[in-house]
């Protein structure tokens, strides 16, 4: 991940491809049963939480997918944070076109630079792994305390630093380079062809970067069974119905929870 004079550049790259990925964005999620799966979980979860009347911020809103969803189910306004102007546009324009604009707004910043916004929110979510391509973690957490009350949530999916299926596969003697890979202090991801720095984080190293300011009320695995990138190589495609159901069961057990691809977990602030 970059140093500290290196942020803008660092930013920058980050802008240009998600602007350039926003139009395939959703296609190449909804084509993996896997990720369909993810963002099934992280929606009904944030809907869990939810209140009629709740103020809410999404940190790295992408396509506004989420926040879409969001909307139509509670009818509550959505602040959002994005990095790339091409996702800031794309968003704006898709939850116009469904007639909810009037409800969201799209502030083109990074997330560290939240607690600039000047209010303060009852839910602050962010799924499908931005914090791990956030490096200044320090400067978020500040932000998030200044923007956050007690009693306020945060719900936050990141990649994680073990997954229990990848784990098994890599028994065979095929996948241990992405096994090791999880672990390294930088992880190059591919996004729609491109490569992005990042850093993949434990459940343990996120309830430690939170601290004393939060308690964990819920920690879910996400994936525990089969990594989205596996999802294509799955030749029987009626499986996949079967595969989502017994991850979303395993998710939810004590260990396996802290094991999946990715790792959901809503904090509350106290």
Not at 84 to 94: I, L, N, P, T, V
């Amino acid at each position: 991940m970059p140093t500290a004079h290196d942020l803008e550049g660092y930013y920058q790259h980050i802008d240009d491809v998600f602007s350039r990925a926003a139009v395939i964005y959703d296609w190449k999620i909804q084509a993996n049963f896997v990720n369909r799966s993810i963002r099934s979980v992280e929606i009904r979860t944030l809907l869990k939480y939810s209140r009629p009347g709740m103020s809410v911020l999404e940190l790295g809103h992408g396509t506004g997918e989420e926040a879409l969803k969001y909307i139509k189910e509670t009818g509550n306004r959505v602040t959002g944070i994005d990095v790339a102007r091409g996702m800031a546009e794309f968003a704006r324009d898709k939850i116009a076109r469904n007639g909810l604009g009037h409800l969201f707004q799209s502030n083109v910043i990074p997330a560290s630079r939240m607690g600039e916004l000047g209010e303060t929110f009852d839910i602050v979510y962010s799924f499908n792994g931005l914090i791990n391509t956030e490096p200044d973690m320090e400067k978020l957490i500040d932000g998030l305390l200044k923007i956050t009350h007690r009693g306020s949530f945060f719900i936050v999916s990141f990649r994680n630093t073990s997954c229990f299926g990848e784990t098994i596969i890599s028994m065979s003697g095929r996948g241990r380079r992405a096994v090791r890979a999880r672990k390294a202090n930088e992880v190059n991801v591919e996004v729609v062809g491109e490569k992005v720095a990042s850093r993949y984080y434990s459940s343990f190293e996120i309830r430690k970067i939170l601290g004393k300011n939060f308690r964990i009320r819920e920690t879910l695995g996400l994936a525990v069974l089969f990594p989205p990138y596996l999802a294509d190589k799955l030749s029987q495609r009626h499986l996949s119905s079967l595969i989502s159901f017994a991850d979303r069961l395993m998710g939810r057990l004590p260990v396996l929870n802290c094991l999946g691809d990715e790792v959901l977990i809503v904090a509350e602030r106290i």
